[in-house]
């Protein structure tokens, strides 16, 4: 990974927390809709699944960083199997649900930003395991980036 890749994982890690900074002190990220609460709860679900399977592959803690240096396998396992990026998956879903629940401009333009930077990390991420891992094109075809069947 060169030191622009570095900053540019830096740079995009540092957007994703900000902008969950910011949605955290909003007063409404925990939705107040027990329908939106039970999105958000399967979105917390999907997380510590993905947290789990990932940290047991490979044999320590996951890593917020989109740089696959030190990973020393291509998970493909437990939610991997079908979503290439679960993390991603339940921050959108638990991030939207408190938007949706929200119905404010505030909410959703939050979301928006965040959608961006995790759209923007997942594209660099995915150079980046292009480069590490050689069947990792093989196994885009098998899976979705986010949304089965959708995306």
Known sequence: MTSNDRQLARALVGGQF????????????????PWARGVQAAGVILACWAFAVMTIAQRRLFRI????????????????????????????VVVGASAADWGAGTGWMLFAALAAVLWSKLNFEERLLLEAFPDYAAYRTQSWRLIPPLY
């Open 18 to 33: 900000l902008l969950l900074g910011l949605w955290a002190v909003t007063g409404h990220a925990l939705a107040a809709a």
């Open 65 to 92: 960083s989109p740089d696959p240096t030190g990973h020393s396998t291509l998970v493909r396992s437990g939610p991997y199997r079908w979503i290439r990026h679960p993390m991603y998956t339940s921050i959108l």
